[in-house]
Structures are given as structure tokens and as C-alpha cells.
């Protein structure tokens, strides 16, 4: 299984095995991402959208949701939404 020098554990860890997310950001982090720390920010975007009532389909609400996850992962490879 390939490994990733992972943004957010600081270690080489299992990657993903394809894109989570379309364009620009899908590849960023499967470039930057473990499978592992990509689960735990799988539950913590619940966690945030169940708390902050987020819809996802609202752009406003979106943008929120992609500045969480690039602070999450420590995304280097993409720039956080304003």
C-alpha cells in the first residue's frame, strides 16, 4: 500500500486510495493526507455540520466547511477559503 507524508500526524502513514474531492482540493489531499487522519476528519466535518447546522449544498456554508478542513489536515497544497 502506498504511504504519504502526512500534513496533519507529521508521519509517513497509509494514503488514500484515490481523491476524496474533486479538482484542486481532492488533490491536495490525497498528496498531504493518511487514510487515518482523513477518517477522523471525516467524523469531526459530522461533528461540525450537526453543530453549526451547516448545509452543504450553501455556498456560504461550503466555504466554512473547506476552511475547517484545510485547518484540520494542515493543508499546504491549497489555500483556505476567505
Keep these: 500500500m502506498p504511504e504519504v507524508s ?25 498528496a498531504e493526507t493518511c487514510a487515518d487522519c482523513w477518517r477522523e476528519w471525516s467524523e469531526e466535518q459530522t461533528r461540525l455540520i450537526n453543530h453549526l447546522r451547516l448545509q452543504p449544498f450553501r455556498p456560504a456554508d461550503k466555504k466554512v466547511i473547506y476552511r475547517h478542513l484545510h485547518d484540520f489536515l494542515k493543508l499546504r497544497g491549497v489555500a483556505a477559503p476567505e
Design 6 to 30: 502526512c500534513s496533519r500526524s507529521g508521519r509517513r502513514k497509509p494514503a488514500l486510495e484515490q481523491a476524496p474531492l474533486p479538482g484542486e482540493w481532492g488533490a491536495a489531499v490525497l
